[in-house]
């Protein structure tokens, strides 16, 4: 009998996509969508962190309280949301400290009120080991929304920011490579409202999501769902400085791999029609934000690297769940 | 330093309620509740379980899914509203089998259509236990929302069903006392919407909650936010005729002690002024659903158990997170 383990996550959704009386119109997206009312939809998106899968032994208390808050925010990002509310499930053991319950919940009230919203409400539990759900609630109007399905050949692929950084924290958290604390980026992402927003205003992005399973894996979601391919240049990929320097010391570490691969950096991934790009970027960064150019959608479905002027298929080496150990993307460095 | 183990679950939300910037008025009951319109408010309920804190070794795939949507839309009927929608994290472990995964969507999928909603989104992690949490999503009218905090003393306290049903399930299953499967009332549980809409609709109803935690429990959990007391007769109580007869068959079972501080039941406890008693039972009977009254509210903060019409103190023996293991409510039978 198959195991989970055998199938992987993606092949999971599709299977559970198949049973649920809504089909798969449901779960193909970063938030399910809900009528609000004539004009706008409701987004719920839900996202669950487990100790011993996701949660690096570096992290403290109050930096896991704002990653489960950040992480369910940027699903609402990706859909040019604006966040309503967030609830948390907390299952924790029965050992740990007041201090931890308390930096927990400070950790995810910062990150709800930076981003203008509240925890409001949630639930907790016994549990083995360090377990936190997450539920974020946000609204967007209707001709707003950017959906995961809509891409078309010939759109320009975009992201709002560095790739690796996560990637970049976490080699300095096991390594020390770099004498700067990196590991912001890996435990307190940010999630990319602001940038949503203003895409979402301009109502011509015609697939979105954020990448935090890593570009490739982002990318073969995408292909999948729009039946599209996707062109990448690697001379445009804006790679984050903190990870080419690491490189510059460890000529082992394969700089492109992991900014291709490793998950985690929460910017948007996004296509546009190409007419709408330079306009759009302009109105980006008159908002201070970046919006580049790294690719563009094709017939022919293929998830393509250009690489000094030569095609080759990008491999689908993102995290999966159930497939593989998170730490498998990283290189062991010498 | 203290622990969760020292201060329980119930002390452990006040701790998260006073650092949350939103304040105490947002945990403080079984939903949030956030504005949707100027009529209506979204009912958003978040619940957690874990297999080794809560998964009977007997449940079966399909029943942890109809579980786990089953006490999250119990949160939704307890304040009046209608279910929009169903939201899953689920957290298995790899060497989980793909017929497991189908039975589980299968169950989740049975309950929310049973009660008129759809899963619509969710999210699928790799766990080291199964680890099931849910998001219900639902909307009532702000007239006919049903708060915890509102109960009156002289208020009529009253239930919508028979307690320790659950309790019966589970000893029924631990110890095969009655030769009939009790078990669909500990594992399927019936979330009590059609109760909490006809309910909600009379307009009249000061507090509401489930006593998903036992009765006892709910009882000083509603104290403590009404600062009102609540009086109990025991001779009113809906006891469990399965849970009687099987206290017929073992001295030693406290037949009353299950119904009172056993939770799994998911009926409605609320509060209701006395002179609306009669005719909302009256409107419960005609949809045939059942109200019965089991004591009142009365001003000394204390919750009073009557006994032979003598008053004595009814002990806090329910579940608590954190504090004590679930099966300790249960008795030893000879």
């Known amino acids: 009998m198959k195991k989970l383990s055998d199938i992987g996550e993606r092949e999971a959704i599709r299977i559970i996509s198949k049973i649920l009386s809504k089909g798969d119109t449901a779960l193909g997206d970063d938030c399910a ?3 609000m009312d004539e004009e706008h939809y409701l987004l719920v998106s839900t996202d ?23 992480v369910n925010l940027s699903d609402i990002a990706s859909k ?8 948390l499930s907390l299952g924790l053991p029965r050992e740990i400290s007041e201090k931890f319950l308390k930096d927990l919940t400070k950790g995810a009230d910062a990150c709800a009120a930076e981003f203008g919203t509240y925890i409001v409400g949630g639930d907790t539990k016994e549990a083995n080991e360090v377990t936190l759900c ?3 609630l946000g609204i967007v ?14 759109d320009t692929i975009a992201v709002t920011g560095e790739l690796g950084k996560a990637g970049a924290g976490l080699l300095n958290l096991k390594n020390k490579i770099l004498d700067k604390d990196l590991s912001k980026f890996l435990l307190q992402p940010i999630p990319r409202l602001k940038e949503g927003r203003v895409l979402a205003g301009q109502k011509c992005v015609t697939s979105c999501m954020d990448i935090s399973d890593g570009l490739s894996s982002s990318l073969y979601q995408l292909k999948e769902l729009n039946k599209t391919g996707f062109e990448i240049d690697l001379k445009n990929l804006p790679i984050s400085s903190d990870l080419i320097a690491m490189g510059e010391k460890h000529s082992n570490l394969d700089v492109c791999s992991v900014a291709l691969h490793f998950g985690g950096d929460y910017e948007l991934l996004l296509t546009i029609p190409p007419e709408k790009f330079k306009q759009t970027r302009e109105i980006m960064r008159e908002n201070d934000l970046e919006l580049i150019d790294v690719g563009r959608v094709i017939e022919d479905e293929k998830v393509i690297l250009v690489e000094n002027g030569r095609k080759k298929i990008l491999e689908n080496k993102g995290y999966e769940h159930f497939k593989k150990p998170f730490s498998s ?3 062991n460095l010498n």
């Open 48 to 70: 669950m962190i487990l100790q011993q899968t996701h949660i690096p032994q570096e992290m403290t208390p109050y930096e896991m309280g704002w990653f489960i808050v950040a």
């Open 141 to 154: 109007k209707k001709d707003e929304f950017m959906p995961r399905q809509g891409a078309k050949p010939g």
């Open 329 to 331: 993307i990283l290189p």
């Open 80 to 87: 040019g949301g604006i966040p309503i509310g967030v609830l």
């Open 33 to 35: 969508t809900l009528d």
């Open 134 to 136: 997450g539920t974020a």
